[in-house]
C-alpha cells in the first residue's frame, strides 16, 4: 500500500487517550483506599456492631475527580507516515457515526479511534515484513529489495518516520491487536484473575464471623475493606485495558493511587494498633483516614489539571507502595526478634478459652507479610522492562501483562496472611478453628 496524501491535522484524531508503560499501578495488588473518612471507623463495643461497616464511596469520589486527559505522543504517532494515515481515514468519517457502525458496540470504538487503530496496525505489520539491511551501505549497494524498503522510511514514504523491521508505540502504547473490540486482552483476562484473588480473600474474612474479640472484629472489617477496594482497583484496570479511553484511564489509575494509599493506610493501622477499641485509638484512625483520603483527594485533583503527569504518578504509586513494604517488615522483623525464644499468647489470650490452656508460639506469624511484600517488589521489575508484544504477528504478551499475571499469587499469600492476623489478635492458634467460624476445615 501507498499513502501519498498531504498532510493535515492529526492531533485530535489520534487514539484517544495514551498512557506510558512505566507509569504504573504499582502496589495494585497490596490494598485499596477506602474514602471515607468516617467508613473505616468502627464501633468498639461489640463485634456486631462493628459488622454494621460503611458502604463505600470509591465510586462517586472518582466520577467526581474524572477530567479530560492529553495525549502522550510517541515516536508513532508523531510520524508522518501515522498523520497521513489517520488524516485521510478521518476524512470518511460521518461527522456523528452511526452506533452501527462500531466495529464492536459494547467497547464504544468510534469511528476516528478506529481509523487510529487501523492504521497503527497497518503501519507496524509493514515495518516488521520490511527488514533494514543486515550492514550500513550506501544506496549504490543496496540490493533492489532493500532500497525499496528504505524507501519506505525516506521522505514521503509509506512509513516515514517509523524504524523499518521494528516495532515502536503509538501514544505511548505499544501496538496490540484487538480481540473482540478488546485492545489489551491478556492484560484483561490477568486484571479479573486479580479481581478473583481479591474476591476470595474476602469471602474467607467473611467466614471469620466467630471472632470474640472487639478488636479482631474491627481489624476483619479494615481488611474486608481492602478486598472490596482490591475489588474496585481490578475492575477499572479491566475496563481500561478494554478500552483505553481518558476516562477509564483515569478510573484506571486513580484506582491504583487508591491502592497503595489504602495498603500503607493499613500497615500504619496494624503496627500502631489503630484498629484497637478505645477513645484514643478510634481518634487517631479517624485522624489518619482524614489525612491519608486529603492525599488521595489532592492526587487525583493534580493529575485532572491539564496534562497527566505520567512521571509523577510513576513515582507516587512507587513510593507509597515501598514505604507499605518497608513498614510492614519493621513491623514484622521488630517483633518477630522481640519475642522470639518467649512465645506467649495473643494480647486477648486471657478473655479467649483457646489459648487458656496452650500458649500459641508466636514468632513465625509476624514474617508472614515479608514474603507477598517483597516478592511484589521484585515483580515490579516487569515494569521496568517493557518489551514489546509477542509473538509479533499476535502481538498479545507484554511485559505489562507478565506484572497482572504475576501478582494473582501475592494476593493470595497476602490473604493468607491477613486471615491469620485475624485469628491471631482474637487468640487462636493460626491452625485452630475459632468458633462460629462457617466452612473452616483448613489451615490458614
Given at each position: ?103 464492536v458496540l459494547w467497547s464504544a470504538w468510534s469511528c476516528a479511534a478506529d481509523c487510529a487503530y487501523t492504521c497503527t496496525t497497518s503501519l507496524t505489520n509493514l515495518a ?250 521484585a515483580f515490579t521489575a516487569l515494569e521496568l522492562l517493557d518489551f514489546a508484544p509477542v509473538p509479533s504477528g499476535l502481538r498479545l504478551l507484554d511485559a505489562h501483562a ?39 476445615k483448613r489451615r490458614v
Amino acid at each position: 500500500m501507498r499513502l501519498n496524501v498531504q498532510s493535515k491535522r492529526v492531533a485530535k484524531l489520534a487514539l484517544s487517550s495514551g498512557r506510558s508503560r512505566q507509569a504504573s499501578r504499582a502496589f495494585a495488588a497490596s490494598a485499596p483506599l477506602a474514602h471515607n473518612s468516617t467508613s473505616l471507623t468502627t464501633q468498639c463495643s461489640t463485634p456486631a456492631k462493628v459488622e454494621r461497616r460503611m458502604r463505600p464511596v470509591l465510586g462517586r469520589v472518582l466520577l467526581a475527580v474524572l477530567g479530560a486527559s492529553t495525549v502522550l505522543a510517541s515516536q508513532g504517532d508523531r510520524s508522518p507516515a501515522f498523520q497521513r494515515c489517520v488524516a485521510t481515514c478521518g476524512r470518511a468519517c460521518p461527522a456523528e457515526p452511526p452506533r452501527t457502525w462500531q466495529p464492536v458496540l459494547w467497547s464504544a470504538w468510534s469511528c476516528a479511534a478506529d481509523c487510529a487503530y487501523t492504521c497503527t496496525t497497518s503501519l507496524t505489520n509493514l515495518a516488521l515484513i520490511s527488514p533494514p539491511p543486515a550492514t550500513p551501505l550506501s544506496p549504490d549497494e543496496l540490493e533492489p529489495a532493500e532500497q525499496n524498503a528504505m524507501r519506505l522510511v525516506g521522505p514521503g514514504g509509506d512509513l516515514e518516520g517509523l524504524e523499518l523491521g521494528r516495532m515502536v508505540q503509538f501514544s505511548g502504547k505499544w501496538p496490540f491487536r484487538r480481540y473482540l473490540g478488546t485492545q489489551e486482552i491478556l492484560s484483561v483476562i490477568f486484571s479479573l484473575a486479580n479481581l478473583w484473588a481479591h474476591a476470595k480473600g474476602w469471602r474467607e474474612l467473611g467466614r471469620l464471623d466467630g471472632v470474640a474479640s472487639a478488636d479482631a472484629a474491627t481489624l476483619r472489617v479494615l481488611y474486608r475493606t481492602n478486598a472490596l477496594v482490591g475489588i474496585n482497583t481490578w475492575v477499572w484496570s479491566a475496563v481500561f485495558h478494554t478500552r483505553d479511553t481518558p476516562w477509564t484511564e483515569k478510573a484506571d489509575y486513580f484506582s491504583a493511587a487508591a491502592s497503595t494509599l489504602y495498603g500503607l493506610w493499613l500497615a500504619v493501622a496494624r503496627s500502631g494498633g489503630l484498629y484497637k477499641c478505645g477513645a484514643g485509638k478510634r481518634r487517631w484512625r479517624r485522624i489518619t483516614q482524614a489525612v491519608f483520603g486529603t492525599v488521595f483527594l489532592s492526587h487525583c485533583a493534580y493529575l485532572s489539571r491539564g496534562r497527566f503527569d505520567y512521571g509523577y504518578n510513576m513515582a507516587f504509586n512507587v513510593t507509597v507502595g515501598v514505604a507499605q513494604i518497608l513498614l510492614w517488615t519493621t513491623w514484622g522483623l521488630t517483633n518477630f526478634f522481640a519475642q522470639r525464644g518467649a512465645p506467649t499468647p495473643s494480647p486477648t489470650a486471657t478473655s479467649h478459652p483457646s489459648t487458656a490452656l496452650q500458649p500459641t508460639p508466636r514468632p513465625r506469624h509476624y514474617l508472614r507479610p515479608l514474603q507477598p511484600g517483597w516478592m511484589l517488589l521484585a515483580f515490579t521489575a516487569l515494569e521496568l522492562l517493557d518489551f514489546a508484544p509477542v509473538p509479533s504477528g499476535l502481538r498479545l504478551l507484554d511485559a505489562h501483562a507478565l506484572w497482572h499475571a504475576s501478582t494473582i499469587g501475592v494476593v493470595r499469600l497476602w490473604y493468607g496472611f491477613l486471615t491469620a492476623d485475624v485469628r491471631w489478635v482474637d487468640g487462636a492458634r493460626e491452625d485452630q478453628k475459632l468458633p462460629g467460624v462457617r466452612g473452616d476445615k483448613r489451615r490458614v
